[in-house]
């Protein structure tokens, strides 16, 4: 909290340039990530986003990220995630979707497209950069899991 008048001008809205994206964060084989917004990059206290990139037809390794909730919107390109114990089940999301991952969950990101990268944007609720690549075991057929919004049903 500022005393006295704020300075809005140094601490106030950051703008990170695309060309300023840092790419000293931990890494899961198979996708790209890098920080945007951290308190090195914005003065983040509570929050850490940026981007991430799979080649098509790439995967990344299973991983978790401990307490850490993490948000992905898919900007283009089409995402397939496994999560579970043995990534047994599946979704897709395309561009505009957002996923959300909670806490501990074992999950892969998957391109699923053939000829054009997965772009994404990733938010987690806070700046410390866990990352935790598991060596798993996946089930050959994983299970199909569409979730449908109580609040939002399709008809």
Not at 4 to 10: I, R, V
Not at 11 to 32: A, F, K
Not at 62 to 71: K, M, P, R, T
Not at 86 to 105: C, M, N, Q, R
Request: net charge negative; proline share 8%.
């Amino acid at each position: 909290m500022l005393k006295g008048k704020a300075d809005w001008k140094n601490h106030g809205v950051r703008v990170i340039r695309s060309d300023q994206l840092d790419p000293n964060t931990p890494q899961t084989p198979g996708m790209h990530r890098l920080a945007a917004v951290t308190a090195t990059s914005a003065h983040a206290q509570k929050i850490w986003a940026g981007t991430v990139t799979i080649e098509p037809n790439a995967k990344t390794g299973a991983h978790h990220h401990g307490e850490l909730e993490s948000i992905i919107y898919v900007v283009s390109g089409r995402a397939r995630m496994r999560w579970g114990e043995h990534l047994e089940f599946t979704a897709e999301a395309g561009p505009g979707d957002f996923i959300f991952v909670p806490p501990f969950v074992p999950h892969q990101e998957i391109n699923a497209a053939a000829a054009e990268p997965l772009q994404c944007v990733l938010v987690r609720n806070d700046q410390d950069p866990v990352v935790v690549n598991l060596d798993i075991d996946a089930v050959a057929e994983p299970q199909e899991v569409t979730w449908v919004d109580p609040h939002h049903p399709r008809d």
